[in-house]
């Protein structure tokens, strides 16, 4: 079968398509889409602040991991424990 001239430029077309499709699969699939960094957040940020204040936003941040979306008094109990017990250590 004789190759057309166009071949090129329809396979590049089909890839094209099909990485469009493949990037509206995966934005769908994630549950943050793929907005701007850090725009979803576990807590408020204004009972996140004076739990970084206490504990610092390393431990913070791996509480709110940790737990269910909106539980500030999960993410406080985290906080506190990861951070007694990295104080502890340091001892």
């Known amino acids: 079968m004789p190759s057309?001239?166009?071949d090129p430029i329809?396979?590049?077309?089909?890839?094209?398509?099909?990485?469009?499709?493949?990037?509206?699969?995966?934005r769908r699939m994630t549950p943050t889409g793929l907005g701007p960094v850090g725009a979803h957040h576990s807590i408020p940020w204004e009972a996140k602040r004076p739990l970084i204040d206490?504990?610092?936003?390393?431990?913070?941040n791996l509480a709110e991991a940790r737990c269910p979306e909106d539980d500030v008094e999960c993410?406080?109990?985290?906080?506190?424990?990861?951070?007694?017990?990295?104080?502890?250590?340091?001892?």
């Open 10 to 26: 329809v396979g590049f077309g089909v890839t094209l398509a099909t990485l469009a499709l493949m990037a509206g699969m995966v």
């Open 54 to 60: 206490r504990y610092g936003r390393w431990a913070v």
């Open 75 to 91: 993410v406080e109990r985290e906080a506190r424990i990861l951070f007694e017990t990295t104080e502890y250590r340091r001892r």
């Open 4 to 6: 057309s001239p166009y």
